[in-house]
């Protein structure tokens, strides 16, 4: 009796990670490239090699879901603006005894479902969708109410676009070009959900 290997699926892109345990749990499920920034002390060396990668594959932007994995995020898309990025929910990222958040915690459904949803920057070009007002977001409670954070988390978890703040929410529904009535629909659904007649 043989035993037959199954092929991990491959990812085209390189996929930039912050260590060598990221690193790990991709290739247990995937066949991929990675780069490794190696923490949030991001070398010109390793912006050069991500810049390099960008150019002959593509590249996607997987970093933990904290401080220092959003810092690292916009530093690297200031280099490469056309990379595709994927996330991560804090609660998908924790690990099952006491320390940070990361990749290498989450699960294969979480990873599967982060690098499946994953966003392309829309060029300026292209870009077809206005960038929501502050009007907008005050009107569904995204600003300026004691549970905005609270709001803009539901969402974010919703759209798989990771945890902003008031002034990030509205740049990458900009930059990744989604509409304002999925905006509306799915806070209608937290309307719904918690009985908040505030939406």
Same mark, same amino acid.
């Given at each position: 009796?043989?035993?037959?290997?199954?092929?991990?699926?491959?990812?085209?892109?390189?996929?930039? *990670?912050? $260590?060598?345990?990221?690193?790990?749990?991709?290739?247990?499920?995937?066949? *991929?490239?990675?780069?490794?920034?190696?923490?949030?002390?991001?070398?010109?060396?390793?912006?050069?090699?991500?810049?390099?990668?960008?150019?002959?594959?593509?590249?996607?932007?997987?970093?933990?879901?904290? *401080?220092? $994995?959003?810092?690292?995020?916009?530093?690297?898309?200031?280099?490469? &603006?056309? +990379?595709?990025?994927?996330?991560?929910?804090?609660?998908?990222?924790?690990?099952?005894? &006491?320390?940070?958040?990361?990749?290498?915690?989450?699960?294969?459904?979480?990873? +599967?479902?982060?690098?499946?949803?994953?966003?392309?920057?829309?060029? &300026?070009?292209?870009?077809?969708?206005?960038?929501?007002?502050?009007?907008?977001?005050?009107?569904? $409670?995204?600003?300026?109410?004691?549970?905005?954070?609270?709001?803009?988390?539901? /969402?974010?978890?919703?759209?798989?676009? $990771?945890?902003?703040?008031?002034?990030?929410?509205?740049?990458?529904?900009? /930059?990744?070009?989604?509409?304002?009535?999925?905006?509306?629909?799915?806070?209608?659904?937290?309307?719904?959900?918690?009985?908040?007649?505030?939406?």
């Amino acid at each position: 009796m043989s035993v037959r290997m199954t092929e991990k699926p491959k990812i085209r892109e390189v996929i930039v *990670v912050e $260590g060598r345990d990221d690193t790990r749990r991709l290739t247990e499920m995937y066949d *991929v490239m990675t780069i490794e920034t190696r923490g949030s002390a991001l070398s010109e060396e390793v912006l050069e090699e991500i810049e390099m990668a960008a150019e002959r594959f593509g590249v996607i932007i997987f970093t933990d879901p904290d *401080v220092s $994995g959003t810092k690292l995020r916009r530093r690297i898309s200031e280099v490469v &603006p056309d +990379a595709k990025h994927a996330f991560l929910t804090p609660e998908e990222a924790k690990p099952d005894h &006491p320390g940070s958040l990361g990749v290498e915690h989450a699960s294969d459904e979480a990873i +599967a479902r982060a690098l499946d949803d994953v966003y392309d920057v829309v060029s &300026p070009e292209d870009r077809l969708v206005a960038p929501p007002t502050a009007q907008q977001l005050y009107q569904l $409670g995204l600003l300026g109410t004691a549970d905005a954070q609270k709001r803009r988390d539901y /969402l974010c978890e919703q759209l798989h676009i $990771g945890h902003t703040n008031g002034k990030q929410l509205a740049k990458r529904l900009y /930059l990744f070009q989604i509409e304002w009535s999925r905006v509306a629909r799915i806070m209608a659904d937290y309307k719904e959900e918690t009985n908040d007649d505030n939406v």
